[in-house]
C-alpha cells in the first residue's frame, strides 16, 4: 500500500492551518504605553491580573477551545483596599472577525475612568501571532 499520499495529504494540512494566536493589548495610563499579551489559555481561572499604576488591575483571558466557550474576555478592576472591584469588562469572539484597516484591533478604542481619582485607562486589543511563531 502506498502511502505516501497520505502522509503528503497531512503535512499540507498542518502546513494549512492557522497559526497559533495570542492577544496583544496596548495599555495606556498616565502617558505610558505599554503591551500586555495574552496566550491561549484551557481555563480562566488561573490567569492573573496586571497592575497598572495604583489603582488599576488589568486581566485578559484567551480561550481558543472548546469552540462554544471561545472568547477573548477583557477585565479592568479598581485595586481598593478591600480587595479587587470589577469596573470594566468586555467579551470577544474568537476568533475576531477581519477589520481590515482597522487602528484599534479588534476591541476598538476603550476608555476606563477611575472612580474616585478621576484617571482615565484607554486600551485596545489585536490579534497577533503567538511568540513561538513569530519569525
Request: hydrophobic share 45%; net charge neutral; proline share 11%.
Amino acid at each position: 500500500m502506498n502511502r505516501l499520499p497520505l502522509a503528503l495529504a497531512l503535512v499540507f494540512s498542518l502546513a494549512a492551518a492557522p497559526a497559533a494566536a495570542a492577544v496583544a493589548c496596548r495599555v495606556t495610563y498616565g502617558g505610558e504605553t505599554r503591551t500586555i499579551a495574552a496566550s491561549p489559555v484551557a481555563s480562566p481561572y488561573g490567569v492573573g491580573t496586571t497592575a497598572i499604576g495604583s489603582y488599576f488591575l488589568f486581566r485578559v483571558v484567551l480561550r481558543q477551545t472548546p469552540p462554544d466557550l471561545a472568547a477573548v474576555k477583557i477585565y479592568t478592576y479598581a485595586d481598593r483596599e478591600d480587595g479587587p472591584a470589577l469596573i470594566h469588562q468586555a467579551s470577544h469572539p474568537y476568533p475576531p472577525p477581519a477589520a481590515p484597516g482597522a487602528a484599534h484591533g479588534f476591541t476598538g478604542l476603550n476608555f476606563v475612568y477611575e472612580p474616585v481619582r478621576d484617571g482615565e485607562l484607554q486600551y485596545w486589543c489585536a490579534l497577533e501571532p503567538a511568540p513561538e511563531a513569530r519569525q
